[in-house]
Nanobody, 124 residues
Framework: QVQLIESGGGLVQAGGSLRLSCAAS????????MGWFRQAPGKERDFVAA????????YYADSVKGRFTISRDIAKNTVYLRMNSLKPEDTAIYYC?????????????????WGQGTQVTVSS
């Protein structure tokens, strides 16, 4: 069982930056793949970024590639999402997710554990 708690969301102007954190508790965090997803009002939950348990593979959605960076600190049981050059269309609730499959995935239905989400609002 893994518990996930996101933090770091807030209101920022377009062009600004935020860093989201996802603190994990539970066993064997280092063996879990981690992902970030987001959901805007009235829309489905979309993939943002993912990092393999080993840290050697990362995936990004095309819409955030070059602007967002996912990373993890095993010692702190934390995964981060650094978001630069934010746009109004990045406004959403951002969710952290974990899974222990061997293959890194962009699919939300392959992640077993989810945090409660943190709101990110980008003003124009």
């Amino acid at each position: 069982q893994v518990q996930l708690i996101e933090s770091g969301g807030g209101l920022v102007q377009a062009g600004g930056s935020l860093r989201l954190s996802c603190a994990a508790s539970g066993r064997a965090f280092s063996s879990y793949n981690m992902g970030w997803f987001r959901q805007a009002p009235g829309k489905e939950r979309d993939f943002v970024a993912a990092i393999r348990w080993s840290g050697d593979i990362t995936y990004y959605a095309d819409s955030v590639k070059g602007r967002f960076t996912i990373s993890r600190d095993i010692a702190k049981n934390t995964v981060y999402l650094r978001m630069n050059s934010l746009k109004p269309e990045d406004t959403a609730i951002y969710y952290c997710a974990a899974d222990n499959n061997r293959r890194l995935s962009r699919r939300s239905d392959e992640y077993a554990y989810w945090g409660q989400g943190t709101q990110v609002t980008v003003s124009s």
